[in-house]
């Protein structure tokens, strides 16, 4: 195998590590010969396993350290031409993490004699069988579907990736699954569908919704996840939630809340410029319109979004008859101009500081693109009132993590037959009281991810907005008078 494949989806190294399988003749090659190469290439040897070995051959995995990325290539070409030596495998920390996957089922009792075996399966397992059957309700508290999740993708959207498709999409789900497990102890399972027809995903997450207490739709691309969520919404008895969009928009405004707490200004009174009119725009927009922010202008690669132009996307058509009230036109430069609030989910590099000094006084930046903000925060540190991005290395980082466990805690805890706009705001709310008036700073507008209130506390939120709004089929214990 070229070495150059090997490691062309390897380019960016955890810790710049790298463990290098090497198969040589210990006849013809001596492994100082190896050595002398790597280091001569930028590479540090820091660990030696053999792995196996004859009279001839030797098989050995070598832990190196390098400076840079880059100096692994040509390591690993310079080995390439190496006569008798063998690359068996390049890894790093990420890959060997994901090896065999990075979750797994883990049975909740053992089973230990054929007492318990005909209790867990046959023949005792038929009276659960037949209750169910007798009332299918019973199966929430009967099966897993009491606590499971399905985190389902197309991988036609994959975050900084683009359509990659089902299997390479699957270590991203994967995650999402630990994630609920590790924050909120809600078990989920990957799917990923073989198939970008909008009909038969919505009826394959039918086929399978029985077993499952909630769906958690992820990376599926604009905009065919609107009709997606939307359809599923309508024709399933159990919570549906495109965390693309509605995660993103929850901790935006959790974000805002306390941005505009800090400067002093009324969310009805806010000009809000959104740049990047997809499936998180759109749910971003949804979820202040719903908190009433008094005016919201849309720019998308046409320029501004008004009424009086037609548009082939139908949401963004909905997005330019339902926003944008004094019909502005022009493009994103116009649209900040006199702006409380821009929010990015676009593409790096869009603005420059000139256009930050165009914008209300206290101006509030969410420039969220990944990896690269729409205008890095150390250009307008002086001018902007509060900057957040979608980046860990910078602060005031926007988090879906910061919503999705607590979100799918309450609406699982209390049976929830949707999640409904209320349930959104409410779990803004809930993350934005996390970090209290006297704690409040420019660079604290969100907690950490790790903080662990969170969840507690929007579940709690979450529970109290879906029992006010009727959707909650169970009342937890907590809760009643």
Same mark, same amino acid.
């Given at each position: 195998?070229?070495?150059?494949?090997?490691?062309?989806?390897?380019?960016?190294?955890?810790?710049?590590?790298?463990?290098?399988?090497?198969?040589?003749?210990?006849?013809?090659?001596?492994?100082?010969?190896?050595?002398?190469?790597?280091?001569?290439?930028?590479?540090?040897?820091?660990?030696?396993?053999?792995?196996?070995?004859?009279?001839?051959?030797?098989?050995?995995?070598?832990?190196?350290?390098?400076?840079?990325?880059?100096?692994?290539?040509?390591?690993?070409?310079?080995?390439?031409?190496?006569?008798?030596?063998?690359?068996?495998?390049?890894?790093?920390?990420?890959?060997?993490?994901?090896?065999?996957?990075?979750?797994?089922?883990?049975?909740?009792?053992?089973?230990?004699?054929?007492?318990?075996?005909?209790?867990?399966?046959?023949?005792?397992?038929?009276?659960?069988?037949?209750?169910?059957?007798?009332?299918?309700?019973?199966?929430?508290?009967?099966?897993?579907?009491?606590?499971?999740?399905?985190?389902?993708?197309?991988?036609?959207?994959?975050?900084?990736?683009?359509?990659?498709?089902?299997?390479?999409?699957?270590?991203?789900?994967?995650?999402?699954?630990?994630?609920?497990?590790?924050?909120?102890?809600?078990?989920?399972?990957?799917?990923?569908?073989?198939?970008?027809?909008?009909?038969?995903?919505?009826?394959?997450?039918?086929?399978?919704?029985?077993?499952?207490?909630?769906?958690?739709?992820?990376?599926?691309?604009?905009?065919?996840?609107?009709?997606?969520?939307?359809?599923?919404?309508?024709?399933?008895?159990?919570?549906?939630?495109?965390?693309?969009?509605?995660?993103?928009?929850?901790?935006?405004?959790?974000?805002?809340?306390?941005?505009?707490?800090?400067?002093?200004?009324?969310?009805?009174?806010?000009?809000v410029v959104v740049c990047g009119i997809g499936a998180a725009g759109i749910a971003c927009s949804k979820i202040l319109m719903a908190a009433g922010v008094g005016k919201i202008v849309g720019v998308d690669i046409e320029g501004i979004l008004n009424?009086?132009?037609?548009?082939?996307?139908?949401?963004?058509?909905?997005?330019? @008859?339902?926003? !944008? %009230?004094?019909? *502005?036109?022009?493009?994103?430069?116009?649209?900040?101009?006199? &702006?409380? #609030?821009?929010? =990015?989910?676009?593409?790096?590099?869009?603005?420059?500081?000139?256009?930050?000094?165009?914008?209300?006084?206290?101006?509030?930046?969410? @420039?969220?693109? !990944? %990896?690269?903000? *729409?205008?890095?925060?150390?250009?307008?540190?002086?001018?902007? &009132?509060? #900057?957040?991005? =979608?980046?860990?290395?910078?602060?005031?980082?926007?988090?879906?993590?910061?919503?999705?466990?607590?979100?799918?805690?309450?609406?699982?805890?209390?049976?929830?037959?949707?999640?409904?706009?209320?349930?959104?705001?409410?779990?803004?709310?809930?993350?934005?009281?996390?970090?209290?008036?006297?704690?409040?700073?420019k660079h604290y507008i969100i907690p950490s991810v790790f903080n662990q209130e969170i969840v507690r506390t929007v579940r709690q939120e979450v529970i109290a907005a879906a029992i006010r709004t009727g959707v909650a089929r169970?009342?937890?214990?907590?809760?009643?008078?």
């Amino acid at each position: 195998m070229n070495p150059s494949t090997l490691i062309q989806s390897q380019n960016n190294y955890s810790g710049k590590s790298v463990i290098l399988r090497l198969e040589f003749n210990s006849e013809s090659i001596k492994f100082g010969q190896v050595a002398s190469l790597i280091s001569e290439r930028g590479g540090d040897i820091v660990a030696i396993d053999i792995i196996s070995g004859s009279k001839t051959v030797s098989v050995r995995d070598l832990t190196v350290n390098v400076s840079d990325s880059s100096d692994i290539s040509r390591i690993t070409d310079a080995i390439a031409n190496m006569k008798d030596v063998k690359l068996v495998h390049v890894s790093d920390r990420t890959f060997l993490l994901h090896l065999g996957g990075k979750i797994s089922i883990v049975p909740k009792t053992p089973i230990q004699n054929r007492d318990d075996l005909s209790r867990v399966y046959t023949p005792d397992v038929a009276r659960v069988c037949l209750a169910i059957k007798d009332d299918p309700q019973k199966s929430h508290a009967l099966t897993i579907k009491r606590n499971t999740v399905a985190v389902i993708s197309d991988g036609s959207a994959v975050l900084g990736l683009g359509n990659i498709g089902p299997e390479p999409a699957m270590p991203v789900m994967e995650g999402k699954a630990m994630l609920f497990k590790q924050f909120a102890d809600v078990d989920s399972f990957p799917i990923c569908l073989d198939t970008q027809d909008t009909e038969e995903i919505i009826r394959t997450i039918k086929h399978i919704a029985p077993a499952f207490g909630g769906i958690n739709l992820e990376d599926i691309s604009s905009p065919r996840c609107f009709e997606i969520e939307s359809r599923l919404r309508q024709e399933l008895d159990i919570p549906v939630f495109h965390d693309d969009q509605h995660g993103t928009a929850v901790v935006l405004y959790a974000g805002l809340l306390n941005a505009v707490k800090l400067v002093g200004k009324q969310v009805k009174d806010l000009k809000v410029v959104v740049c990047g009119i997809g499936a998180a725009g759109i749910a971003c927009s949804k979820i202040l319109m719903a908190a009433g922010v008094g005016k919201i202008v849309g720019v998308d690669i046409e320029g501004i979004l008004n009424a009086d132009e037609e548009y082939a996307n139908p949401m963004k058509q909905w997005y330019a @008859a339902n926003t !944008n %009230p004094d019909r *502005e036109k022009g493009g994103l430069r116009d649209a900040v101009r006199g &702006a409380d #609030v821009f929010i =990015g989910l676009s593409k790096g590099g869009l603005l420059k500081r000139e256009d930050i000094l165009t914008m209300a006084k206290d101006p509030i930046v969410f @420039a969220m693109a !990944n %990896p690269t903000p *729409e205008i890095e925060p150390d250009l307008i540190e002086d001018i902007a &009132a509060v #900057v957040a991005t =979608g980046r860990s290395d910078y602060p005031n980082q926007i988090n879906n993590v910061l919503c999705f466990p607590g979100m799918f805690r309450g609406a699982l805890d209390c049976r929830a037959s949707d999640i409904n706009e209320e349930m959104k705001l409410a779990a803004a709310e809930a993350i934005a009281s996390i970090i209290k008036d006297d704690e409040l700073n420019k660079h604290y507008i969100i907690p950490s991810v790790f903080n662990q209130e969170i969840v507690r506390t929007v579940r709690q939120e979450v529970i109290a907005a879906a029992i006010r709004t009727g959707v909650a089929r169970r009342v937890p214990r907590e809760f009643k008078a």
